[in-house]
């Protein structure tokens, strides 16, 4: 049995709910338990340092849910009282906390009758009740929130909601569900009409861009500098090294010109020590290949701007790193030169 399955706590399911979207359960257990352990409520969470709360969800990705997670406990605090919104509608004004959130920790935790829909239900409902709008625009999910609001057991929404979620997780999976034992079968339009393997229907998701970044690891005798991203981008207010990026995949001696730029130095006060081959992330709508630069510089030469931070070589995994670089450093850089 899962952990937050077995709570009534608003807090944990919440927790849960939020670490689990666009995450496998598995990957979410450790996530989920290292967090409760470390805040085991929501007091303890609003109080936290940003910092820290971006370090434990290192590795999760999708940062703004771990940016939301803190600004949503201090909602909590400073808003609500310290106690948790015990109402559908309540739970929707807090950061982070959709549709699917605030009726999972609503039907969950107070037993308040309001349909859950994830993708495991609309699966579900898709195909038992051949839905042929494509459940990923508007017109498909309103007829999809509809029909799970009509199936609800409104006696014991908790559970009912889990129910259907798990069905679809375990029964009525994506691909190649196991039809002739499942229980509905014969309630099934899409198993009656032989649609099951075209239903549900998706729109196509938006294409996949590249982006070509290229990161200087410069060294300076035991330090080097990370900088903290913020603006509207992918990673805000994760650390990285000083990042150049290209509108196409750049070559070597582009990214040598591109260095000095971006140091100010050349020539012999510039020593490039290694170019990684390329390296890939895919995220949602993004595929980032990256390559990392190894320099050395001499002390003092480097005019570093303001928002570079110089640190210790030792220090930069003590900061919110993307997975990307985490990464990167755990198989490439004992000692970084
Ligand atoms: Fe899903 Fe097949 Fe059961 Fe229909 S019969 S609900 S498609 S598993």
């Known amino acids: 049995m899962l ?4 709570t009534k706590d608003p807090y944990m399911i919440w927790l849960s709910e939020i670490i689990l979207q666009q995450t496998r359960v598995n990957q979410g257990m450790d996530y989920y338990l290292r967090f409760v352990a470390r805040f085991p409520d929501v007091h303890q969470l609003a109080a936290a340092d940003e910092q820290e709360v971006m370090k434990l969800w290192q590795g999760l990705g999708y940062y703004s849910r771990a940016r939301n997670l803190l600004a949503a406990a201090r909602q909590v605090e400073n ?17 982070g906390v959709g549709p699917y959130t605030a009726a999972a920790v609503a039907s969950i935790a107070y037993n308040e009758p309001v349909a859950v829909v994830d993708g495991n239900v609309s699966r579900v409902l898709a ?9 990923n625009v508007p017109a498909g999910e309103k ?17 009912h909601n889990q129910a259907v979620m798990e069905f679809g997780a375990l029964q009525c999976v994506p691909v190649a569900p196991d ?5 509905v079968q014969q309630f099934c339009e899409a198993y009656g009409n032989d649609l099951v393997t075209a239903l549900p229907v998706k729109e ?4 996949i861009r590249n982006r070509f970044f290229t990161y200087l690891i410069i060294k300076e005798g035991e330090h080097t500098y990370i900088n903290r991203r913020t603006g509207n981008d992918i990673w805000r207010e994760l650390y990285e090294f000083p990042l150049i990026e290209h509108d196409t995949a750049p070559g070597e001696k582009e990214i040598l010109h591109a260095a000095s730029r971006l140091t100010g130095l050349g020539g012999s006060r510039l020593t490039i020590s290694r170019l990684s081959d390329p390296v890939q992330h895919q995220l949602t709508h993004r595929r980032i290949i990256a390559r990392f630069l190894h320099v050395e510089t001499g002390k003092d030469l480097l005019q570093a701007p303001d928002h570079w931070k110089r640190v210790r070589f030792s220090e930069v995994g003590d900061h919110p790193l993307p997975r990307l670089i985490d990464r990167y450093l755990e198989l490439n850089v004992e000692s970084p030169d």
């Not at 195909?127 to 459940?135: S, T």
């Not at 007829?143 to 559970?159: M, T, V």
């Not at 039809?179 to 229980?183: I, K, R, V």
């Open 127 to 135: 195909r038992l009740y051949a839905v042929h709008n494509p459940v």
């Open 204 to 207: 196509k998701k938006t294409r």
């Open 143 to 159: 007829q999809i929130s509809a029909l799970a609001g009509e199936l609800l057991n409104r006696g014991n929404p908790g559970d």
């Open 79 to 95: 808003e609500f009282g310290g106690k948790f919104p015990s109402g559908y509608s309540e739970l929707l004004k807090l950061k």
């Open 179 to 183: 039809c002739l034992a499942c229980p």
């Open 3 to 6: 952990p937050w399955r077995e």
